[in-house]
T-cell receptor, first 114, second 116 residues
């Protein structure tokens, strides 16, 4: 299930199940979105990105869905594995090119139960 | 490819001293690097944007005289925390932007700073 902690919401899933991590963004001008995975004590690791002219993009075991109408982004992880346990951040940018920095969401901790 | 390193990975210093953190893009040139700070169980907060050959752009609330940024080459940016205080203890992460259509950012492994 999903719960909201003091700072990071946590999602617990059984190994082998699919995970869905959600993110709401605030800037309607954002047109480039990235999902990052961060393991404890490490820097963020790129997972998948999507531009605003798309509503779905698939990678290896991961799918990102974008709903611009409600400014919502989700990351789906198929057949979740223990190695997927980490904190996941969505990030938005106004343009994929140019010099504007990424703005990070607050993150979701994914815990995989073996 | 597109590897970003940080040095040191962990540093402990006394209050009042200065600490320099290096961020290097190992296999690509980065005209823009970013510095983030992350407190426990929180998200990454952008501190400043570092542009090669020019002054850094600081986010609101970040003291430019306390957090000195130098981006002297296309592969190196440094962050110096001056007169460090215990409240500066945090995880500092840099990223380097890979120029191109996607303009993806690659992150370093982070530096854990502990000020006693």
């Amino acid at each position: 299930g999903e719960s909201v902690g003091l700072h990071l919401p946590t999602l617990s899933v059984q190994e082998g199940d699919n995970s869905i991590i959600n993110c709401a963004y605030s800037n309607s001008a954002s047109d480039y979105f990235i999902w990052y995975k961060q393991e404890s004590g490490k820097g963020p690791q790129f997972i998948i990105d999507i531009r605003s002219n798309m509503d779905k993009r698939q990678g290896q075991r991961v799918t990102v869905l974008l709903n611009k109408t409600v400014k919502h982004l989700s990351l789906q992880i198929a057949a979740t594995q223990p190695g997927d346990s980490a904190v996941y951040f969505c990030a938005e940018n106004i343009t994929p090119s140019g010099n504007t920095p990424l703005v990070f969401g607050k993150g979701t901790r994914l815990s995989v139960i073996a | 490819g597109a590897v970003v390193s940080q040095h040191p990975s962990r540093v402990i210093c006394k209050s009042g001293t200065s600490v320099k953190i290096e961020c290097r893009s190992l296999d690509f040139q980065a005209t823009t690097m970013f510095w983030y700070r992350q407190f426990p169980k929180q998200s990454l907060m952008l501190m400043a944007t570092s542009n090669e050959g020019s002054k850094a752009t600081y986010e609101q609330g970040v003291e430019k005289d306390k957090f000195l940024i130098n981006h002297a080459s296309l592969t190196l940016s440094t962050l110096t925390v001056t007169s460090a205080h215990p409240e500066d203890s945090s995880f500092y992460i840099c990223s380097a932007r890979l120029a191109g259509a996607r303009n993806e950012q690659f992150f370093g492994p982070g530096t854990r700073l502990t000020v006693l």
